[in-house]
């Protein structure tokens, strides 16, 4: 069985552009979820989908962070325009449902911005 | 949001060693999960405790969540090179599905 796909894994970008990262749960995963982790810190929710629906954004920047998932499957996250401080890792989870479930992760998008 | 303080923030010793690793926070946690990452990779799940003072152990590492449930720690007996990484633990929030994670022991065996 296939693990989360996470792309691109590697990013550099300038300042003020924008930038998407892409993630394909694993196959038959209700719950998504988006993380950012800095240099040798532990994960940050960005935002949790049940489905297509995001049912926690509270800690997503929705100044400049979107995401989506259509069709309750892939989905992608935006920023635009990115900052200096957006450079760290962004990892892509799903787990079959929420709660006592084990949450999956991706390798992760590591993006640096100039 | 509920804080998970971890401790040692890194750990570097000698294979054959001991060593122990803390979560504690003052918030009640629904379960708590402990994870390992290496470079390059997303975090890997070791184990789920879920009643407060449960033990579960996985080969030689020794997993117990405090009596409280507020509170965590891993063991590991006669540590191996291949233990190196982030060991990471995470709380299931009681008021929603929302894990915490802690930011992370960084644990280096050295041959």
């Known amino acids: 069985e296939a693990g989360v796909v996470q792309s691109p894994r590697y990013k550099i970008i300038e300042k003020k552009q924008p930038v998407a990262f892409w993630c394909n749960p694993i196959?038959?995963?209700?719950?998504l979820y988006w993380y950012l982790q800095n240099l040798g810190q532990g994960p940050e929710l960005l935002i949790r989908y049940e489905n297509e629906e995001a049912v926690d954004d509270s800690q997503l920047p929705k100044d400049r962070f979107s995401a989506e998932r259509l069709k309750g499957v892939d989905s992608t996250l935006k920023i635009q325009p990115a900052e200096l401080g957006d450079s760290a890792v962004y990892l892509c989870?799903?787990?079959?449902?929420?709660?006592?479930?084990?949450?999956?992760f991706g390798p992760g998008t590591r993006l640096t911005v100039t | 949001t509920q804080l998970l303080e971890q401790s040692p923030q890194f750990l570097s010793i000698q294979e054959g060693e001991n060593l122990t690793v803390y979560c504690n926070s003052s918030?009640?946690?629904?379960?708590l999960q402990w994870y390992r990452q290496e470079p390059g990779e997303g975090p890997v799940l070791l184990v789920t405790?879920?009643?407060?003072?449960e033990v579960k152990k996985l080969k030689r590492l020794t997993f117990q969540f405090g009596d409280a449930r507020k509170d965590s720690s891993l063991h590991i007996t006669a540590a191996q090179p291949g233990d190196t990484g982030l060991y990471l633990c995470a709380g299931e929030e009681t008021s929603g599905s929302r894990l915490t994670f802690g930011e992370g022991t960084q644990l280096t065996v050295n041959p």
């Open positions: 989870a799903s787990s079959i449902s929420s709660g006592t479930y084990e949450q999956y």
């Open positions: 918030s009640v946690f629904s379960s």
């Open positions: 196959s038959g995963h209700n719950t």
């Open positions: 405790v879920v009643t407060g003072g």
